[in-house]
Structures are given as structure tokens and as C-alpha cells.
């Protein structure tokens, strides 16, 4: 066994020559990388806040208005039920977690024809959101095929996309048909780090597939129900423009308006590029709320 | 060494004169040039203007229309973008005036100058199309009902009697309305006020004084509610798209009335053709209050020149060319758009729903006033029209969000 001292590296004293050349190696290297990231992401969003405290219409430059744009947003009724919208969808995150996790188990489990579900739960995720929107439209709108199978067994037709009571949750189903199959991949992947030894054991002695599940796969699988959670968070937020685009336009009066289509309403077809920039710094805030759980999460986990 | 310097020369004169060639090319943003039955009348253009202008292009760059005032605003936030594009009159054109070219000089001879031009009366784009809202029935639908199929109503009564021996026959709706993006009620506006607006009333209306407690704006609200109570619209309106489920829908024989437009869609060549000429009635929305129902129509879509374009003078003879009344003709009679430069010969566009529509224009002409309200005050509107058709709001609460609107964007 050789000592600590034969295998570790010389090491060199800070502030040397070779030390200098390093860092202007290292600072080499990253500055493609920060230019991108300071053209492409810090330079908007500070150009986007000062925008924010304009009135700007997108062709002069704009008076300052200092906050009023966010005061505006407080207290305005489109926004606040975006952001009760926005709520309601979040309440819906334990689908989002449970329903993925549970298929993934199955098919980890073994159930027949696992390789084909995984494969055809994956699918939808490879196709645009207006793609899917432009099916599920046809399936959903009043006269579609969803309401002519209802007819078929003798229920009502129900307008699914046209009605408030069910417009944001026919949404929520669309979006979680078609992003559910990447959640089942990444449950798939933590599943295959569960010890095959210890399950087996449990089998063993005499634990059913419930006290499995739970006492054993799911506590194992935490990282990976936390890591989801906060990834579908992100992603129910910041990628339903194109299906709310297609299938509601927002609408029914404001059920299905979330404020990333509120800013493209507001930046779009309003013309009014201030307001549109105040509402993304305060979605823009919401999310970096998020992305901090997410790394606190990840730095909690690491040690797993 | 020669050989070099000639290299190094040739290129940069072969720059010169490309660059010189791309300041020549125009750059044309639309929404249309991609409907085969409009190529004959860009084909044309493109053809005259190049001849009028040797060594210059144009390029016509079609744009998806949904998406077309979101790339156009970016394109003028930027200061870069398109030499000529094509908008649509209205609050469209001159909330953007500031970036548009004042056309004012070359603009005689059109109708519906007035959408394209702000109050000083200074003009922003020149028109191609005039634009109307007009009921369309379907007449066979009337007499299977047992209507006079050449009776269109021209009160409200009428239209109520109408609409009730329709519903009563029990084969199809009333009306075929499709408000998902809020256009049913959109259109709405302009069917109910144009009969009673007085000069004043749109004065004040564009200026976002007219408050929607008015018992002529009100009315609005009222008559949209009524309409629905009393069972005119098909189900689910609030999840079928105007354009184009509602049309379909009409030229199915689903449904019928519509409310469809004079321009180059929807419109009454269009459902002659599903319908059958002779079988495609016109009449303007009556309005309980008023005597007389007006036809509401304007300026429709018209050519405009933004001020950042590096090409400006080409630009406009670009546009003169693509409004004049050559073009203008081949458009009409391609897509049976009613033509908005007044020497276009218009005697090619025959049909009875057509000269029907001629003639309310004439005997009843209103203006439209949903193209005159301030964009965010119809944004919600739209969602208003939606709840009220769901029941979830009532006339009172919608014209108090309305009133709510209206003050927030005076």
C-alpha cells in the first residue's frame, strides 16, 4: 500500500507563475460560455426590468413609470386569476408525481409488455404542445369525438374546453397525457438504483406488494419524487403556452389564463411591452422561488 | 502578387455590387400571399413594380396571421424589419401610426381611408379591401321552417320570430357562433351600436369616454345575453373557433345565420359557393331601438410603409402599385373582397347576396365600432362575452368589469 504522499500530485503555490497562466487558461475557457450567458440571459432581463418601469409601446421609447406597472398587475383582475389559475395547477402536482411513479414501478415490476408501455408513454413527449393541442381539440370540442362516445352510452355532451368549470382541468389532462412519459423514464432510471437484494428480502419475508411499494421503493425513491416535482413545477409553468394557445385562447373568461399567456397577450396583441415585462419579472421571481428549492434539494440530496 | 490584388479588387466590387442589389430588394410582410387566390393579384404586382423599377425585387414574406402583430411589433421595436406590410385597418393601424410612413398625399380615391388615419385625418396606409359584418341566412333553412326565404328580417321582432320558428323545426341552431377567441362577440359590438351610435357616441367611444353603463353600450351586453336566453346560438360556442368551425358549420347547412364579413373570407362568394347561389340571404342586424339596422363597414386591410425600412421611396411606389385600381380589380374578382379604391370596376362582382350587401351599405351605412374601441377594453370584452354565454357572469357584473376596463385604459 503506498502512502498519501507518493500518489498525490505536487501541488502549486498560489500566486505563481503557472498559477496566472491557469486562471488565464480556466477564464479562456468560460468566457464563451459567460458571453452566452451575459448576452443571452443576464442582458435581457435587466433590459426586460427597465422595460418594466417604462410605459413603452414597443415603438417609442416610453415614459418612466417607476412601479406602476407592477402596482397595475396587483391589482388587475386578468392577472390576479392567472395567478389563481396558476395555484390551481400547482395543487395538481401530486398527479403529476404519483401517476408517472406508479407506471414506472409497474413496468419495473415487470408487468407484461412493460417495454412497449414505456415506449408509448414516452411518444407523446416527442410531439409539439401544437400538435397535441390540435388533436385534443378535435377529441374535446363540443362536437368532438370525445362528446359523440359520451352520446353513444346516453350521457350529455359536456363543453370541455368552452366550459369554466372544466376548461383548466381538460388543459392540466392534455398537458399531463403528454409530458407524463418523461417522468416514467426518469422514475425508471431511480428505480434501477433500488437494491433488487433488499426488495427481494422483504419478498422474503412475507411483505406484500403495498408494504413494498411503500415502505420500501417509495422511501428509496425520494430523490427522485422531489427532483420531479420541482422539474414539473417548472415545466407546468413555463410550457403551456402552446396548448392554451390552441385549445382555449385563455378562455373561457379568464379560467384558462396563466401569465406567460398573459405576457404574450399583453406583449402580442396589446402592444404594451412594459406591462408584459413587469408580469415576466414577476413570473421570472416565482420561478427563481422555485429554482432555489430545486437547488436546495439537489445540495440535500447530493449525499444520497 | 497580381493575382491577389485582382482577387481582393474583384471581390470587393462583386460586394459593392451585391450590396448594392440587396438595397434594392423589398421585403413585403402579409398574411395573404400565400392563399392560391390571391396569387394572380401579388403575381401582378410584383410584375409591375419590377418593371417600373429595374434592378429591384420584391419579396413577399407570408406570416402566420395569429401571429402577425406579435412579429410585427418586435420587428418595429427593433427598428429593422419589413419594407411595405400589410394591417388591418382600425385600432391596429393606428396604435402602431408612430412607425408608419404618413401616407396622406397619395390616398384619394379609396373608401375607408378613415380606419387607416388618425384624428388629424393624416393617413398611415392605403386601403385594398373594405371590410363589413353582415348576417348571412341560409334560405332554404328559412323555408323549411316555414319562413319566406326572400324575407329578411328587418326588425328585431322579426328576427326573434324568425329564430323562433327555426328553433322550432328543431334541425338546427339559429345561429352558428363560434366565440373561442372571443370573435362572436367582438362582432357582436359592431352589429348592436352601429344602428345607434351618433357622431358624438363615437367620439367619445374612441376617445374611451362612452361609458358602458350608456344605455346604448349597455344595450351591447343586453342583447348578447338575450340572444343566448333565448336559445339563438349553438352549444358549446365558447370552444368552436370563429374562423372558420362557425363558417363551416354554416355553409353545412348547420346552422341558420352567421355573422360573416364582406372582405375576402367568409363572405358571401364563399358560402355561394357551399350554399348555391340564390340560396345566401344578407340583412343587417336589427336593433330593437333603432329604426333602421346599418350595415357596419370601413376600411378593411390596406398596404403601409413602416419608417424604419432603409427603402422608403421604393417602398411606396411599391404600395401605390399594390392599391392601385388594376391590382385592386384582380384581388376582387380573385377573392370577391369588395374593392376600397372607388375606380375599380366592380360590375365582374354579381351576385344577389352581394348586391343585397351593396345595397344596405348604401341605403344604410354604419361605421364598426369594435375597430374603433381600445384594444385591451375589446380584449375584455371578449372574456366577458365568453362568461356571460356560460352564465358565470351577469349583465350587471360584465358591464361593471367593462366600466372597470374602460377607466383603466382611457
Excluded at chain 1, 240 to 253: E, H, S
Excluded at chain 2, 114 to 130: C, H, K, Q, R
Amino acid at each position: 500500500m503506498s502512502s498519501p504522499e507518493k500518489t498525490t500530485p505536487p501541488r502549486k503555490r498560489r500566486g505563481g507563475d503557472g498559477s496566472k497562466a491557469e486562471i488565464r487558461m480556466a477564464f479562456l475557457f468560460l468566457l464563451p460560455a459567460l458571453l452566452l450567458v451575459l448576452v443571452f440571459r443576464v442582458f435581457p432581463l435587466a433590459w426586460g426590468f427597465v422595460l418594466s418601469l417604462t410605459n413603452t409601446d414597443g415603438i417609442g421609447k416610453g415614459d418612466w413609470v417607476g412601479f406602476a406597472n407592477y402596482t397595475r398587475a396587483v391589482n388587475d383582475p386578468t392577472f390576479q386569476d392567472s395567478i389563481v389559475n396558476t395555484l390551481l395547477l400547482l395543487a395538481t402536482l401530486p398527479i403529476w408525481v404519483m401517476l408517472p411513479m406508479l407506471l414506472a414501478i409497474l413496468i419495473h415490476q415487470g408487468v407484461p409488455g412493460g417495454k412497449l408501455f414505456r415506449a408509448v408513454y414516452f411518444f407523446p413527449a416527442v410531439l409539439s404542445s401544437v400538435i397535441i393541442g390540435s388533436i385534443f381539440n378535435i377529441v374535446l370540442r363540443y362536437d368532438g369525438s370525445l362528446n359523440n362516445a359520451l352520446a353513444a352510452v346516453g350521457i350529455d355532451a359536456v363543453d370541455w374546453l368552452g366550459g369554466s368549470a372544466t376548461a383548466l382541468g381538460s388543459l392540466i389532462a392534455v398537458q399531463l397525457w403528454s409530458t407524463f412519459g418523461m417522468g416514467v423514464l426518469i422514475f425508471l432510471s431511480g428505480l434501477s438504483t433500488v437494491p433488487d437484494d433488499i426488495i427481494e428480502a422483504a419478498r422474503i419475508d412475507g411483505a406484500r406488494f403495498w408494504q413494498r411499494l411503500f415502505l420500501i421503493i417509495v422511501p428509496s425513491l425520494r430523490p427522485i419524487i422531489e427532483f420531479v416535482a420541482v422539474v414539473t413545477t417548472i415545466g407546468v409553468l413555463t410550457s403551456m403556452f402552446g396548448l392554451i394557445y390552441v385549445l382555449t385562447g385563455g378562455g373561457p373568461g379568464t379560467s384558462t389564463t396563466l401569465p406567460e399567456f398573459l405576457i404574450w397577450l399583453e406583449q402580442g396583441q396589446l402592444n404594451r411591452p412594459g406591462y408584459a415585462s413587469a408580469i415576466s419579472m414577476i413570473l421570472f421571481v416565482m420561478m427563481g422561488g422555485i429554482a432555489y428549492l430545486q437547488i436546495r434539494i439537489m445540495t440535500r440530496n447530493a449525499s444520497l | 502578387m497580381i493575382n491577389l490584388k485582382t482577387t481582393l479588387l474583384s471581390s470587393a466590387a462583386l460586394l459593392t455590387f451585391a450590396t448594392g442589389l440587396s438595397a434594392q430588394e423589398l421585403t413585403v410582410w402579409d398574411w395573404k400571399s400565400g392563399d392560391p387566390a390571391t396569387f394572380g393579384y401579388f403575381d401582378a404586382a410584383k410584375e409591375a413594380f419590377e418593371a417600373a423599377n429595374p434592378g429591384a425585387t420584391v419579396n413577399f414574406v407570408v406570416q402566420p396571421h395569429d401571429q402577425y402583430y406579435t412579429l410585427l411589433g418586435t420587428a418595429l421595436t427593433s427598428g429593422e424589419g419589413p419594407d411595405v406590410v400589410l394591417v388591418h385597418g382600425g385600432a391596429k393601424t393606428q396604435s402602431r401610426a408612430e412607425a408608419l410612413v404618413n401616407l396622406t398625399d397619395k390616398a384619394e380615391n379609396f373608401s375607408g381611408v378613415e380606419a387607416f388615419s388618425d384624428e388629424a385625418g393624416n393617413v398611415f396606409a392605403l386601403p385594398i379591401t373594405i371590410q363589413g359584418f353582415a348576417v348571412y341566412y341560409n334560405k332554404d333553412l328559412y323555408e323549411a321552417a316555414g319562413l319566406d326565404r326572400d324575407a329578411a328580417p328587418s326588425s328585431y321582432e322579426e328576427l326573434a320570430a324568425a329564430c323562433e320558428a327555426i328553433i322550432a323545426k328543431g334541425d338546427v341552431p339559429c345561429f352558428a357562433l363560434g366565440n373561442k377567441q372571443g370573435f362572436g362577440g367582438e362582432f357582436f359590438v359592431s352589429q348592436i351600436a352601429t344602428s345607434t351610435f351618433s357622431d358624438e357616441d363615437y367620439a367619445a367611444w374612441v376617445a374611451g369616454e362612452l361609458s358602458w353603463t350608456d344605455p346604448k353600450v349597455r344595450q351591447i351586453v343586453e342583447l348578447w345575453v338575450d340572444g343566448n336566453e333565448r336559445g339563438w346560438f349553438n352549444e358549446g360556442a365558447n370552444s368552436i373557433a370563429k374562423f372558420m368551425d362557425e363558417y363551416e358549420m354554416f355553409m353545412r347547412s348547420e346552422a341558420a345565420h352567421t355573422v360573416g364579413l364582406l372582405s375576402d373570407v367568409a363572405h358571401w362568394k364563399q358560402f355561394e359557393e357551399f350554399l348555391g347561389e340564390g340560396n345566401v340571404g344578407v340583412f343587417a342586424y336589427p336593433n330593437p331601438d333603432a329604426e333602421v339596422a346599418r350595415l357596419p363597414f370601413g376600411g378593411g386591410i390596406g398596404w403601409a410603409v413602416p419608417k424604419a425600412g432603409e427603402n422608403q421611396e421604393l417602398a411606396m411606389s411599391l404600395v401605390e402599385i399594390l392599391a392601385d385600381a388594376e391590382r385592386q380589380a384582380i384581388f376582387a374578382v380573385e377573392t370577391g373582397a369588395l374593392p376600397a379604391n372607388t375606380e375599380v370596376d366592380t360590375s365582374k362582382l354579381s351576385s344577389e347576396a352581394l348586391a343585397r350587401a351593396l345595397e344596405l351599405m348604401a341605403s344604410a351605412p354604419g361605421a364598426s365600432p369594435h375597430a374603433l374601441l381600445n384594444p385591451a377594453v375589446l380584449e375584455e370584452w371578449k372574456r366577458q362575452s365568453q362568461s356571460l354565454l356560460n352564465g358565470d357572469t351577469t349583465v350587471d357584473a360584465a358591464v361593471e368589469a367593462m366600466e372597470a376596463a374602460r377607466k383603466a385604459n382611457m
